[in-house]
């Protein structure tokens, strides 16, 4: 067992699949410097300048052009710099990168990757802050991939850019420089649509997506002090949604508790437990409870940020009423 | 053999190629338009359904185009596509299928006319959103260049095309990169029932390929032989690396922005007019000059059996059923 | 008691903003023409072209300069043609019109209203037959509104128009010619955040969005006769939403399916499904059902499309489904 | 009084405003430097938080350029908005308070540097989005256009902004409708780490004006004199309805991209030719040229003062609270 910085998975995972495969290549935002977070570092060396291509400030035009390259032969990878931008692309992506194949009676592959860092944290404003992970999951065509450790930013990684179809990597900007376990298994593709059972437990499910897994796993660790066993699952994608695994736990447990950093109105949460009541009705104890941000833009002011963020403390409550019965 | 009569044999056989090259253009460009009408009058007959937009008048614009690509060329068309996908030669009893909404349609059915794609001939895709195309034909120019293949991209759109944003963002990035692109656009004066003008303040769009330094003409699009010429250049400069051109076609279209369109914005006292500048009777004038031989009624004739043809098989096709409701979402 | 067509409430509501407010003012491709729709027709003779402004295919930077226009004393009004194309313009409505007020605490309005087409119908295909709301339900500080008869897009238009928050105003395309009973309250605007129950029962709920609840409607006179007793509730709004409404039905009922022609799988049925079950978790005799569109793109073959298209006969099922315990 | 010695009256009254003014001028200019420098030491410190881009060096434009407004006139920001907002006349002290994420700042810490907003001043807003705030500005030209207003509108973008499609959208729409908006492009060479050079080979951005008919220059933006001037036709004209104007500002920020910003992308060794060409020096030497009296240290110093001043007061203010998190989402 070793352990590895976030990003670090990813530049392994780009530079392997770079390495692997021809068809692989990269456009975005000052990516032949690193971007602003360094995700692609040193890959210009290595790669030339027409496989690690460096774009203006034009993301629609570089999101469809990426479609386009990927029409004839390509896998490119986009790095938008942050979701609050891709935005500016929903066009290309929605209306060509998810639909071509479909529209086109399955004559078209579109294996285009869009990797955008998303999250809130250092004060960085509303549009800098925003996780948008419930449009995308909206939208069919698209695989959405949530990592939440740096083993997964690889295996997740590999698996989005050698997948034929068009898959959102979204990156938590708060994940980036810390490290994690890495283990036997790493370096090999992670399927997409598989969740993992973080933490088993026997009382209480917690369903988080992203930098919320850490803080389930936390808030685990400290109510099994108290004798309340807590099972953490990370569906590592949102799309496809691995409904299965979240329906065993849930049907186990009877308890559950949806967390994402997103605003909850509308959140992917929605969709979990929609899914959830549905499939293990009978076997709920309680109402299941979401966590996540309130219905407002992210504040840019550190304290207001700090009061707005959803986190361990967040989880813990919703953990402890729902156990409590007292939704 | 002398080498003199060498050489005349050898000019002989390449003005008999160009010869063959201008009535398979003549050719295309009956079928198309047999094939537009009667797809018209298949939507007033409720046959075909959704949104149509016919190309009516304009096809000297994308037959002169497609006429000097290679099969492995790639096109990216527009909402107003049938021409386009015709011209790079696709089988309209796909294309008809598809239209009628058939599951031996090139789509199956699911695209329709405004997004169809017929990739096995280099036709990439249509698209519903106007401009949508260009930053997808644009791509397809990067990965040519970067594999180091001779292949070359074209996309074509309209006048309307050029006010959005995509454009503008489009056209510098072909320029920056140098790729391997031709744009064609098919300036026919009108965006739905708005005219030019009263979109822009820019008179000739090929202004737009100037700001870039990228080569830039400004032709009659509804000469035929004027379009494959132009577009000859650009695609021997694209192919040899000299990077993007522009051309900005100017046509109109003889029928309404879509089918069942009123078209009380246009004066149509003037359709008399447009239709005297008919880009087909016009490149059949061209080609008698040119001495090339051709019987006008046998070949628009034989255009319309084809279509006739096609039609007849693209109906009996089978309709898509549940199966396929769901299916193809992922690849 | 008299008739009236969808979209001649939609002109209606457009005239009197017009004539009682001179800051009302309208952007729009060919809108001075009446759009394709003709929502808008002759009110450029009436207004004049300052006020009813054609614009070029630049959907991002129309709605943005709508919002624009808003923080300084306007209130616009922006026809986006299909709500496929406001995928274009969603940086502008999400990064501005939505965050001003918020991001600028309270100094700027931002009174706009976009109107925008959508739904599933004649086999126009998957670039003009989308329903997005789920998207805009997710940002904060949007409105949005999904009027489902004559009456409502009258006076839900007038509320938007005067709405101080940016309200998005979507008008499914197969309601525009049909025409609906206009009732004694007509002509005053109705708020934004109230649902109304559309006919009341007492076997089960169900809540519809938009032309659904027609079908809904259709579907309860028919199951009435079978003795089953169907109450459908009409939200209005998705943003706000009147959850207190549907929560008080669903609580009376026990069983609930929602229903809306969107893509289910992170739909606003989602939202409303995980709200019911987390308010009226004891009164539930049974899963709460979803009725939508299936996980792919909008086929443009009409044979594929009416398969595809939810309606009627899935609300049907479903409520049987729910009835018999059978879910 | 003869009227010629009336005309000698008006005319000494008229230089005592203009210097009246250009000494203001110097008085703002010092003032945004003295703010921003200590701004970064602040954010250094841990006072400040978040993503802050300072305008350091480029003074000499939008001081220049706000010198000639209205107060009614509105200004919409970008990014690197500080120098903006004091040049429309922001109060310091909310300034401050708003980049330490204060309530008493002027969005009571909910939009910070990017999006700080002073509409009282004609302020409206800054922005997160590249060439987010260019459309915005267009918008309220309409507005005041439709309401048949003398107000005009500003927008300032950099460089990087003109390969947008919101730019060239908006151009185009501004140019059409003849709307009262100038356009400053603050050109420093740079979007993030990236030369202008890599995003488009367009060499002088006012050809994209050009295209469209605009009025535009390509000035020393280093030179407030300059931009003073150049703005002060092109709010004339946008006033008396003569339509927009695009003013291409060559300038370099003398700092990263953002505080934090190691800079390794750029030659620090020209560090020192830049500074020579500090826009506040500059500006000084032309005042003394022009005959303009002021006390360079005391000018400094009083600006620095006032800045702490506003810093005091600005740290002193209240953090917000629960209360605020989610309130003012809905007008
Ligand atoms: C992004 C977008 N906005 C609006 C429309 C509606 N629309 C369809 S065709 C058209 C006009 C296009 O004009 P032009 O590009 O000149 O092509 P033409 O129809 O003349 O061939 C418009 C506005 C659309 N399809 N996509
Ligand atoms: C739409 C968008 N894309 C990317 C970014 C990230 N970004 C922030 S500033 C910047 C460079 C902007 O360059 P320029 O317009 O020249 O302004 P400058 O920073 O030089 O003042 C970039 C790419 C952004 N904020 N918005
Ligand atoms: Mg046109
Ligand atoms: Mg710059």
């Known amino acids: 067992m070793s352990r590895r910085r976030f990003v670090d998975g990813i530049r392994l995972a780009l530079r392997e699949e770079l390495e692997s495969d021809p068809d692989v290549c990269l456009y975005g935002e000052d990516i032949t410097l690193g971007g602003p977070f360094g995700a692609t570092r040193d890959l210009v060396d290595a790669f030339g300048e027409d496989r690690i291509r460096n774009t203006p400030i034009s993301e629609a035009t570089v999101v469809g052009l990426a479609i386009g390259a990927a029409t004839v032969g390509a896998r490119p990878v986009v790095e938008v710099m942050f979701v609050d931008f891709i935005t500016l692309a929903m066009d290309q992506l929605v209306n060509h990168g998810a639909k071509l194949h479909y529209m086109s009676g399955g004559q078209i592959k579109v294996p285009l990757t869009i990797r955008s860092t998303f999250g809130i944290g250092g004060g960085w404003g509303a549009h800098h802050s925003q996780s948008l992970e419930s449009w995308l999951m909206h939208v069919p065509g698209l695989k959405v991939a949530m990592p939440s450790c740096a083993a997964d930013t690889r295996g997740l990684l590999q698996a989005s850019i050698q997948d034929d179809s068009p898959v959102i990597f979204l990156e938590h900007r708060g994940l980036y420089f810390t490290s994690q376990e890495v283990g036997d298994d790493d370096g090999k593709p992670i399927p997409l649509g598989q969740a993992i059972v973080r933490r088993t437990g026997a009382d209480v499910t917690v369903v988080a997506l992203s930098q919320m897994v850490n803080d389930a796993l936390t808030v685990a660790e400290k109510l099994a002090t108290e004798g309340i066993d807590v099972e953490v699952v990370d569906p590592r994608t949102v799309a496809p949604l691995d409904i299965e695994t979240i329906v065993e736990s849930a049907r186990k447990t009877g308890r559950v508790v949806v967390a994402h950093e997103a605003v909850i109105s509308g959140g992917v949460g929605a969709e979990i437990v929609a899914q959830i009541q549905r499939e293990a009705f009978d076997y709920l104890d309680a109402p299941i409870v979401r966590v996540g941000a309130p219905t407002a833009p992210v504040p840019a002011a550190p304290a207001l940020e700090d009061l707005f963020a959803p986190g361990g403390d967040e989880i813990e409550a919703a953990v402890r009423a729902v156990v409590q019965g007292a939704v | ?331």
Chains 1, 3 share one sequence.
């Open chain 2, 1 to 331: 053999m002398s080498s003199a009569s060498a050489k005349n044999k050898a000019a002989a056989a390449q003005e008999t190629a160009d010869a063959d090259a201008l009535r398979a253009m003549l050719d295309t460009m009956w079928t198309a338009r047999a094939f537009e009408e009667r797809a018209s009058e298949l939507y007033a007959e409720g046959e075909i359904k959704g949104l149509l937009h016919l190309g009516i008048g304009q096809e000297g614009v994308s037959i002169g185009a497609c006429s000097v690509l290679d099969p492995g060329d790639v096109v990216y068309g527009t909402h107003r596509p049938h021409v386009h996908a015709i011209a790079k030669g696709a089988d309209i009893t796909k294309l008809m299928a598809e239209l009628a909404g058939r599951s031996t349609g090139y789509c199956g059915g699911k695209g329709g006319s405004m997004h169809v794609a017929a990739p096995e001939v280099g036709f990439i895709t249509a698209t519903g959103i106007v401009a949508g195309n260009i930053p997808l034909g644009l791509g397809a120019a990067d990965e040519f260049k970067r594999r180091g293949s001779k292949k070359i991209a074209v996309v074509f759109h309209g006048d309307g095309a050029s006010q959005t944003g995509s454009f503008h963002e489009s056209i510098n990035i072909a320029s920056l990169w140098k790729l391997p692109l031709v744009m064609i656009c098919e300036n026919n004066g009108w965006a739905e029932f708005t005219p030019l003008s009263s979109h822009t303040n820019v008179e000739r769009l090929a202004v737009h390929a100037e700001t870039y330094g990228i080569p830039t003409v400004t032709i009659d699009g509804n000469d035929a032989f004027a379009v494959r010429e132009a577009v000859a250049v650009a695609v021997e400069r694209a192919r040899s690396g000299g990077g993007p051109t522009f051309i900005e076609c100017l046509t109109q279209r003889l029928r309404g922005h879509y089918e069942g369109d009123p078209g009380k914005y246009r004066e149509l006292s003037q359709l008399e007019e447009w239709k005297k500048k008919d880009p087909i009777q016009r490149f059949m004038v061209a080609l008698a000059e040119r001495g090339v031989e051709f019987d006008a009624d046998k070949v628009e004739q034989a255009a319309r059996d084809r279509v006739e043809v096609a039609i007849k098989e693209a109906l009996a096709g089978p309709l898509p059923t549940e199966a396929d409701v769901a299916s193809q979402v992922y690849a």
